[in-house]
């Protein structure tokens, strides 16, 4: 997958479907993931969505081992944040009182704050590789000239 930055955010192209993900969607797919291997995010063309989710782009599917997949949530796009990972680990866990959603929609934004933290230290730490394997004296990177 190819990634490209359009203003402040980032988005990685699929090359089957040619549409773009944004990398916080893909972040909270691949979080989604790991939460539940049966679970994954999908894309729903404005073509297969049903009258009540026009608004619905996302769809949470589980596709269990042995028996047919089905959509657990439809999401709108500007909704795709760790409410979503909130609301699968609620639904897990039939927990339904106000202490578990609290501690859920916590729990989530913690998750997603590591894992972006976690790309942003990969990403320092493949920069410092390049300058350091680098004969240069001087290395500019996003504007910045490092000596």
Known sequence: ??????????FVLDPVSGRALSAKHQRLAEIIKDYDPDLEIMWIPPENRGERDQNKE???VCRPPGRQPYVVMRVA???????????????????????????ACEFADQVMQAKEDHENYLERQDFMRSVLKSPLHTYRHDGKVYK
Do not use: K, P, Y
């Not at 997958?1 to 955010?9: K, P, R, S, V």
């Open 77 to 103: 796009e500007n909704q795709m944040d760790e409410s979503v990972l909130a609301a699968l680990i609620i639904r897990d866990n039939n927990h339904g009182n106000v202490l578990d959603r609290l501690e």
């Open 58 to 60: 996302f769809a949470v």
């Open 1 to 10: 997958m190819n990634a490209f930055e359009l203003g402040t955010a980032t």
